[in-house]
């Protein structure tokens, strides 16, 4: 079982940045892959970043590639979502994931893939 518990969101301004951080706890972390997705109201979850921790494969989305990092600190068992250049179109709740071990890395962006799922951190940005 893996528990997820993200942090650092807020409201900012557009053109700020923001690092959210992905704090994971369970067995074996290592061999887990870690995911960030947003929900905006009304719209679906939507797929930004993946790490896969065995071996640092990184896959983003298009929409977000060039602007948000997807990072770890393996010693605190943490994964992080680095934001720059911020838009009112981030606003959404974002949301840590990770799957249940051994996801390939064609399956990193797919919702499907990821098992267990943070509570989300809310991401406000004012325009």
């Known amino acids: 079982q893996v528990q997820l518990a993200e942090s650092g969101g807020g409201l900012v301004q557009a053109g700020d940045s923001l690092r959210l951080s992905c704090a994971a706890s369970?067995?074996?972390?290592?061999?887990?892959?870690l995911a960030w997705f947003r929900q905006a109201p009304g719209k679906e979850r939507e797929f930004l970043a993946a790490?896969?921790?065995?071996?640092?494969?990184?896959r983003y989305a298009d929409s977000v590639k060039g602007r948000f990092t997807i990072s770890r600190n393996s010693a605190r068992n943490a994964v992080y979502l680095q934001m720059l250049s911020l838009k009112p179109e981030d606003t959404a709740i974002y949301y840590c994931?990770?799957?249940?071990?051994?996801?390939?890395?064609?399956?990193?962006?797919?919702?499907?893939?990821?098992?267990?799922w943070g509570q989300g951190t809310q991401v406000t940005v004012s325009s």
């Open positions: 994931a990770s799957d249940r071990g051994g996801a390939i890395v064609s399956s990193l962006g797919s919702r499907a893939t990821y098992a267990y």
């Open positions: 369970g067995p074996s972390f290592g061999r887990f892959a």
């Open positions: 790490l896969r921790l065995r071996d640092d494969v990184v």
